[in-house]
């Protein structure tokens, strides 16, 4: 999807266009659209069949959501929605010819990466075993988030709603 938007923008992308873990699209840290997986195995040992939804807030973003978003237009980059799915639908292509079945995922995570906040970024990871924070210490070669404790030792996190600490002050009114 960054690489759609980064088409899309022809070098004049929006200022801060980054990904969140693990499905976020950021503009700084206000979130502007993210892309959820599903998946399945139809029968032991037979096909796999994974859905891919996208949500990218071209010309105007929710208010209620708990948390700033905001849309691509009020940073310099119109879109319209026929013009948003063709460059989605040729970086998708792309990425599932790298991905392939995930022998390349060793690129698709470096590329994840390249497109992330910066390592040693603030963050918590809301689980079901309760709120850690920590800081963005990248993805281990699974793609699991890594998260650095404040003794060095890094913790591996496989689901969990992720917050930046910047998105948290802005929530507590700092």
């Known amino acids: 999807m960054i690489d759609a938007l980064h088409k899309a923008a022809a070098g004049g992308r929006p200022e801060g266009l980054r990904l969140k873990w693990p499905n976020d699209i950021l503009v700084g ?9 599903e998946s399945t195995v139809l029968k032991p040992g037979g096909a796999r069949l994974a859905v891919i939804g996208v949500g990218l807030n071209l010309a105007s973003a929710p208010d209620a959501l708990g948390r700033a978003a905001t849309f691509l237009s009020a940073h310099g980059l119109s879109l319209s929605p026929a013009r948003a799915l063709c460059f989605l639908a040729e970086a998708m292509d792309d990425w599932l010819k790298t991905w392939n079945d995930a022998r390349g995922f060793a690129k698709v995570r470096e590329a994840w990466l390249k497109r992330a906040g910066p390592i040693g970024e603030p963050l918590t990871v ?9 800081r963005f210490a990248g993805l281990d070669a699974e793609g699991a988030l890594l998260i650095a404790g404040p003794d060095g030792s890094e913790r591996r996190f496989t689901y969990g709603d992720v917050a930046l600490a910047a998105e948290q002050e802005k929530d507590e009114g700092r």
């Open 29 to 37: 840290t206000a979130k502007t659209g993210g892309v959820l997986i």
């Open 126 to 134: 809301r689980t079901n075993g309760g709120l850690v924070s920590g």
